[in-house]
């Protein structure tokens, strides 16, 4: 089990990277919470994922484990990824937080749409 700290400590697959296949967004950057996710598809794997959220320090951790829990995945098992999956990693998730998981899971999703 992971926690929050892992993702605050731990910044390399945070950011857009080069040679991205595809990019998904939830939230609206410069208006509240917002998660970003990056890939890049081989075949039907998802090679590398990165992220960006702006917000609290779960916006962060969830936006962290969505982006691991999808790396190394077909594209077909990256789309059951649940918010539930991510509060699972962490070992849970405060109350009135899991707007953070959901956000991180539809950035992803909105990734992986594109393709």
């Known amino acids: 089990m992971l926690n929050a700290a892992t993702f605050l400590n731990s910044p390399e697959n945070r950011g857009e990277f ?3 296949t595809s990019m998904g967004e ?6 509240g919470p917002f998660a970003q996710m990056w890939i ?3 075949g039907d794997e998802i090679k590398q994922c990165h992220y960006a959220t ?11 484990a969505c982006a691991q829990l999808a790396t190394g995945r077909t ?3 990256a789309r059951l990824i649940e918010p539930h999956d991510i509060e699972l990693i ?11 998981a ?3 899971v539809k950035a992803l999703r ?3 749409g594109e393709i």
Not at 26 to 31: A, F, H, I, M, T
């Open 18 to 20: 080069p040679g991205f």
């Open 90 to 100: 962490l070992g849970g998730i405060p109350d009135g937080k899991g707007d953070c």
């Open 110 to 112: 909105s990734a992986i």
């Open 26 to 31: 939830s939230g609206e950057p410069g208006n």
């Open 40 to 42: 890049r598809v081989e």
């Open 102 to 104: 959901n956000k991180a």
């Open 75 to 77: 594209m077909n098992k």
């Open 54 to 64: 702006h917000g609290c320090i779960w916006s962060i951790a969830c936006a962290g």
